[in-house]
């Protein structure tokens, strides 16, 4: 295990031809595991990184009580993406906790994806939130496909100025601690919700395209509750 937190930034020279890769040599997400410290903000912070790669690697905290984030996104990203990893926080009950954060995102926040990881625990599983509900604020083309993701305690997803944004096959089983969980897939001019399964304990809200303006395309289908 590596006991750290980290800032990625751009690298100079990447493209859709000549990405970047982070990877376990053994091929197994469980043989890399990145730990910070408990006062660390994050465990690691992509900043306008593009073209960039993270596979079979765990990011894992077990801070309790305090303000840690698993991964940040930022900036101007385009085209990166995070697979086959796990994401491994504590359950965190109080607010301003996430697995996945993303704050001011706008149109150049581009190509984001999400994908076959587990994502577990904290106050918030995936949180990605734009700049507004134009053109130039929303951020586009994420994909959150295939993922685990579970034991968060309020929300297991949260979104806000999107365009373009697909989530399809996840499998959502929120924390049992809460009494309700809570999804939001806000502002958005389209969006597509296909074949996943939420699994509940307890009482569930979905708030699905509300505030959006203009022409809004919403895809829901092939959805199971349980």
Not at 25 to 53: C, F, G, Q, W
Not at 182 to 206: C, E, G, H, K, R
Request: charged share 10%.
């Amino acid at each position: 295990s590596y006991n750290e937190s980290f800032n990625l930034p751009a690298a100079t020279g990447a493209s859709l031809t000549n990405t970047i890769t982070f990877k376990s040599m053994a091929n197994h997400v469980d043989s890399v595991v990145i730990l910070p410290a408990t006062s660390a903000p994050y465990i690691m912070r992509m900043e306008a990184t593009k073209n960039t790669l993270f596979r079979n690697i765990t990011f894992k905290s077990i801070a309790m009580g305090s303000t840690q984030n698993g991964i940040v996104v930022t900036g101007s990203i385009s085209n990166d993406t995070i697979i086959d990893c796990k994401i491994d926080m504590a359950v965190q009950t109080s607010y301003g906790n996430y697995s996945v954060y993303g704050t001011g995102l706008g149109s150049d926040f581009d190509g984001f994806v999400l994908k076959n990881n587990i994502i577990t625990g904290s106050y918030y599983n995936i949180y990605l939130y734009g700049q507004g509900n134009t053109y130039a604020g929303r951020y586009r083309n994420a994909v959150i496909e295939g993922n685990d993701i579970s034991n968060n305690y309020a929300y297991s997803i949260y979104t806000y100025y999107s365009s373009n944004l697909v989530f399809n096959k996840n499998k959502i089983a929120p924390s049992s601690v809460y009494s309700g969980n809570i999804n939001y897939f806000m502002y958005s001019d389209s969006v597509a919700i296909t074949n996943n399964i939420w699994n509940f304990t307890n009482n569930a809200t979905l708030y699905l395209g509300y505030y959006s303006i203009g022409s809004v395309s919403i895809v829901f289908l092939e959805t199971c509750f349980m």
